[in-house]
């Protein structure tokens, strides 16, 4: 199953991993360096809910922040 949300369509983002070593100059370091970056995946935080769609109990996939905002009824 595709890792998106039902509610909204959030997916998943492609981006890159930055390695930072050192310590910041404010801090009284020498500066931070930026190691090799890579690709990486940023994933929605998904749960499975189970809320009333059509007037059917059906059981979905949606992210917290349409959980917290409450844009689907979630059955008890």
Do not use: D, W, Y
């Not at 991993?17 to 100059?25: E, M």
């Not at 404010?26 to 769609?53: M, W, Y």
Request: hydrophobic fraction near 30%; glycine fraction near 14%.
């Amino acid at each position: 199953m595709a890792r998106r949300c039902e509610i909204c369509g959030k997916g998943t983002v492609a981006g890159n991993s930055v390695p930072r070593k050192g310590q910041a100059k404010k801090k009284g370091g020498v500066g931070q360096h930026i190691g090799v970056t890579t690709k990486r995946t940023f994933r929605p935080n998904l749960v499975s809910v189970k809320t009333i769609v059509k007037g059917t109990p059906k059981t979905v996939k949606m992210c917290t922040r349409c959980l917290r905002s409450g844009r689907a009824e979630q059955l008890a």
